[in-house]
């Protein structure tokens, strides 16, 4: 089955960045995408009713593929990129293996 990544980011002050529009910019998830075999899909949420969130979200064929993007230096590159960013945002990783999927 599928590995799930989550990255929850929250602004500190609604101000600071526009996360979605930043990570878009940036190319984040296509990089991922153009970068490992294994990388699925990806997207960007927000809850409307938590306008300092983000998450993204992005679907591996397995843990394996996402733990190549974690060490490749593209991915270094777009930290290092967003940088400037860091001090006023919070990041958590939520990692979930997929048990059950249905489709329609």
Same mark, same amino acid.
């Given at each position: 089955?599928?590995?799930?990544?989550?990255?929850?980011?929250?602004?500190?002050?609604?101000?600071?960045?526009?996360?979605?529009?930043?990570?878009? #910019?940036?190319?984040?998830? $296509?990089?991922?995408?153009?970068?490992?075999?294994?990388?699925?899909?990806?997207?960007? =949420? $927000?809850?409307?009713?938590?306008? =300092?969130?983000?998450?993204?979200?992005?679907?591996?064929?397995?843990?394996?593929?996402? $733990?190549?993007? =974690?060490?490749?230096?593209?991915? #270094?590159?777009?930290?290092?990129?967003?940088?400037?960013?860091?001090?006023?945002?919070?990041?958590?990783?939520? =990692?979930?293996?997929?048990?059950?999927?249905?489709?329609?």
């Amino acid at each position: 089955m599928d590995f799930h990544s989550y990255m929850v980011i929250t602004v500190k002050h609604q101000k600071d960045c526009d996360v979605a529009k930043t990570w878009t #910019e940036r190319r984040c998830i $296509e990089e991922a995408a153009e970068t490992i075999p294994g990388f699925k899909y990806g997207e960007i =949420l $927000e809850d409307p009713s938590e306008p =300092l969130q983000t998450i993204v979200h992005c679907c591996w064929t397995n843990k394996s593929s996402y $733990e190549e993007w =974690l060490s490749s230096p593209v991915r #270094e590159k777009q930290e290092q990129d967003l940088a400037e960013y860091a001090p006023v945002l919070e990041f958590r990783n939520i =990692l979930l293996d997929s048990k059950h999927y249905v489709s329609v």
